[in-house]
């Protein structure tokens, strides 16, 4: 079985009055891109799914050079933050859209492990938001992709929820091999990740473990903590 593929990315692009100067190489199956709004984390998901194309820039995933490879050939999914769903399909035809026709198994795969049997018929519209970013994430999985995109998928989800849903979405990564780059400015969740790379006005301005690379964050985030129960 191939081993999950490393992101290689150089970007240096200016979007708007922002300057991208973006170069690392993921070391780890689930990244987290962490930083402020405005900072460049979607424009760089962007980029890397093919949907912006700067020059001078490149993009490589495994042994491959997908610079100029068309977006529906890379082999990357996307999902963002507002899942894009087509209202006038039902639950299954969404996830099956844009798969072969011999990824019948892997369709079922996903109605299994998203709990989404009971929804297959149902429009859009008719469900919550956490149904809709459930079948958004199956849609792109059910595509079998080499690399996962995550653009602040799990912002506003309840505890609980959010940790399920990025706990089935990691197994099945993880099983199949799959690598992902998850933009947040969330640091719980960020705190999950194998590795954070942390970007600063369009920079990558450290790269480590989360630990490591967001101890100031952590440090506050405690000292917030301790300072509300000392007021209760």
Request: proline share 5%; glycine share 6%; aromatic share 6%.
């Amino acid at each position: 079985m191939p081993e999950t593929p490393q992101l290689q990315v150089q970007c240096d692009a200016m979007i708007g009055s922002l300057h991208i100067n973006a170069d690392f190489t993921t070391t780890h199956p689930w990244t987290v891109l962490f930083g402020p709004s405005g900072s460049g984390k979607s424009s760089l998901l962007r980029f890397i799914a093919g949907l912006w194309k700067p020059q001078e820039s490149h993009v490589i995933l495994g042994a491959d050079n997908i610079t100029t490879t068309p977006v529906y050939k890379r082999k990357i999914a996307l999902v963002a933050q507002q899942p894009a769903l087509f209202p006038h399909m039902t639950v299954r035809e969404n996830i099956a859209f844009g798969t072969e026709s011999n990824q019948a198994e892997s369709i079922a795969q996903m109605f299994d492990l998203f709990a989404l049997n009971a929804l297959a018929d149902a429009k859009p519209a008719t469900l919550s938001g956490g149904e809709r970013q459930r079948v958004a994430i199956a849609r792109a999985l059910a595509s079998t992709p080499r690399l996962l995109l995550l653009d602040e998928v799990f912002t506003g989800m309840h505890r609980t929820q959010r940790d399920t849903l990025m706990q089935q979405v990691r197994s099945h990564c993880v099983a199949h091999n799959i690598a992902v780059l998850a933009v947040t400015h969330d640091l719980p969740e960020a705190l999950e990740a194998d590795e954070v790379l942390r970007i600063e006005s369009g920079h990558i301005s450290a790269q480590g473990s989360p630990h490591a690379v967001l101890s100031e964050e952590c440090t506050a985030w405690i000292q917030g903590v301790t300072s509300l129960r000392e007021k209760l």
